[in-house]
């Protein structure tokens, strides 16, 4: 999970990862750095930087170790690019997370697939009844490995992309190239509120 990172040592991080940012950058004495280490990107760490002053607030990505920073900029090309640089090492315990990372940061054409564990990780804009809720966390698992061979990793997660809940398998190779497939819809039309970060 993200930690808010001590206001001194943000101050210095932010100062640097605002030499990539340009005019996009941010207040060293008001933004706010969360960090975490990356399981699948060995010595580097993870930080967003969040402007709480700024409706709705603004957040940046950035995959970080001493002088070397990539800002995450919602395309698989950048994921990509740094996956050969790292370079990215897969596992059993990892693949998951990295899957996760992947589908959070990335966006296509027509918005974030989000991969979901349980029914606490759907952002509602009004609460189903529980009756709903339990119908609904029912059709729910995990993400789970299918199957591993020498390419890759074959996953099954359930994904919310707009206002439905699909099942769907998800193809990761050694390199971190990822595609989805056998996509299910289970529910539509869910009430959901906007992705915060998809605007």
Known sequence: ?????????????????????????????????????IPFYSGYKFFEIVDYDTVPNRHRFVVYKPDERHVLDWSNETIYKLNEIVPITLTEKNVA???????TYVRGRHGR??????VDDIDWREEPPPAARKAISNLIHPIKILDQ???????????????GLFKAKISVTNQGEVSLFDETLLIEEMPLLDDIFGQ
């Open 1 to 37: 999970a993200l930690m808010r990172v001590d206001q001194q040592q943000a101050k210095a991080l932010i100062e640097e990862i605002n030499q990539d940012l340009g005019a996009e950058g941010f207040d060293p004495d008001k933004a706010i750095l969360l960090g975490q280490d």
């Open 97 to 103: 997370d990295y899957a996760r990372f992947f589908f």
């Open 113 to 118: 697939f989000l991969l979901i564990n349980t």
């Open 149 to 163: 061979d020498e390419n890759g990793y074959t996953l099954e997660s359930c994904i919310i992309f707009k206002d």
